[in-house]
Nanobody, 132 residues
Framework: QVQLMESGGGSVQAGGSLRLSCAASKTVAGTYCWGWFRQAPGKEREGVASIDQSGITRYSDSVKGRFTISQDNAKNSLSLQMNSLLPEDSAMYYC??????????????????????????WGQGTQVTVSS
């Protein structure tokens, strides 16, 4: 069992930046990847960014060019640098780890899917609020 703990959320004005971090309780064995998801009130949880063990990243269209995902394998940690934040970025942000085989399917790779069903472990979330 892997426990994930997010940190770094908070309140910021539109145009500002935040950096989220996620720490894993232990080394993730085997083929793995990390992801960030977010969920706003009344909406489905959506994939924001992901990175695999080779460092290959995926981003949702809504954050591409503004957010950057990175991993520190030695520290079992993940980060999400969020720049040029918009009010619509306000949500609870969740860290996820350990991708299932579907993440590496041809269709998933071609289309850049970041799906809840492809991840095994989840953190409790950290709130991000962007005011206009």
């Amino acid at each position: 069992q892997v426990q994930l703990m997010e940190s770094g959320g908070g309140s910021v004005q539109a145009g500002g930046s935040l950096r989220l971090s996620c720490a894993a309780s232990k080394t993730v064995a085997g083929t793995y990847c990390w992801g960030w998801f977010r969920q706003a009130p009344g909406k489905e949880r959506e994939g924001v960014a992901s990175i695999d063990q080779s460092g290959i990243t995926r981003y949702s269209d809504s954050v591409k060019g503004r957010f950057t995902i990175s991993q520190d394998n030695a520290k079992n940690s993940l980060s999400l640098q969020m720049n040029s934040l918009l009010p619509e970025d306000s949500a609870m942000y969740y860290c996820a780890a350990v991708c299932l085989s579907g993440y590496y399917s041809g269709a998933s790779i071609r289309r850049g899917y970041i799906r809840r069903s492809d991840f095994t472990y989840w953190g409790q979330g950290t709130q991000v609020t962007v005011s206009s």
